[in-house]
Nanobody
């Protein structure tokens, strides 16, 4: 599966953005889909994942209550709705797909999108 992420941008603190990740080549329903982020000078970190067919979700503490991950099976896409954005959310955001793993470890994800940059100004 190929993944294409989009939706990033420059926003003010308190704003919202919705990131999109569209899959091509195969249905993303076959995969656990995750969003990760990497801030400048920092390691990539887990943000959220949604299980196959959207049965359940998991969020990092840093985004819980502000971000929502969801799937659209018709559009073969996964989204990350980000509300109440903070300057510390500034990062490049990546979507990823895991064929046989469910969890937060980025090393276990098999396919990655190219990343979309989010900048939150104070």
């Amino acid at each position: 599966v190929q993944l294409q992420a989009s939706g990033g941008g420059l926003v003010q603190a308190g704003s919202s953005l919705r990131l999109s990740c569209v899959g091509t080549g195969r249905t993303i329903n076959d995969y656990v889909m995750g969003w990760f982020r990497q801030a400048p000078g920092k390691d990539r970190e887990f943000g959220a994942y949604v299980t196959r067919y959207g049965g359940s979700t998991d969020y990092a503490d840093a985004v819980k209550g502000r971000f929502t991950i969801s799937r659209d099976t018709v559009k073969n896409a996964v989204y990350l709705q980000m509300n109440s954005l903070k300057p510390e959310d500034t990062a490049v955001y990546y979507c990823a797909a895991a064929a046989t793993y469910t969890g937060r470890d980025s090393r276990r994800y098999d396919y990655w999108g190219q990343g979309t940059e989010v900048t939150v100004s104070s």
